[in-house]
């Protein structure tokens, strides 16, 4: 089992910035690919950003440019750094771990407001 926590989300400005943090805890030793997904009043949970354990890193289109994703892989943490945000950034923020299965954090709030 792997247990994630998220912290960081926010209320912020259009045009603002906020930092994601997801902590993970337990069976860590041979995490694979982490990163953040989120989900829109209404909507889909997609994909925003990814990264392996190699350092690759894999964007939602809509964030490219914006959000940059980083990881600690001593710590088995994983970061999400969001500038210039939009009040389509909008959503509940949701870190994930592979290791084997694919293990999910409870998720984060992020508003952004005009």
């Known amino acids: 089992q792997v247990h994630l926590v998220e912290s960081g989300g926010g209320l912020v400005q259009a045009g603002g910035s906020l930092r994601l943090s997801c902590a993970s805890s337990?069976?860590?030793?041979?995490?694979?690919?982490m990163g953040w997904y989120r989900q829109a009043p209404g909507k889909q949970r997609e994909l925003v950003a990814a990264i392996s354990s190699g350092g690759s890193t894999n964007y939602a289109d809509s964030v490219k440019g914006r959000f940059t994703i980083s990881r600690d892989n001593a710590k088995n943490a994983v970061y999400l750094q969001m500038n210039s945000l939009k009040p389509e950034d909008t959503a509940v923020y949701y870190c994930?771990?592979?290791?084997?299965?694919?293990?999910w954090g409870q998720g984060t709030q992020v508003t952004v407001s005009s």
């Open positions: 994930y771990a592979i290791n084997l299965l694919t293990y």
């Open positions: 337990g069976s860590i030793f041979g995490i694979d690919d």
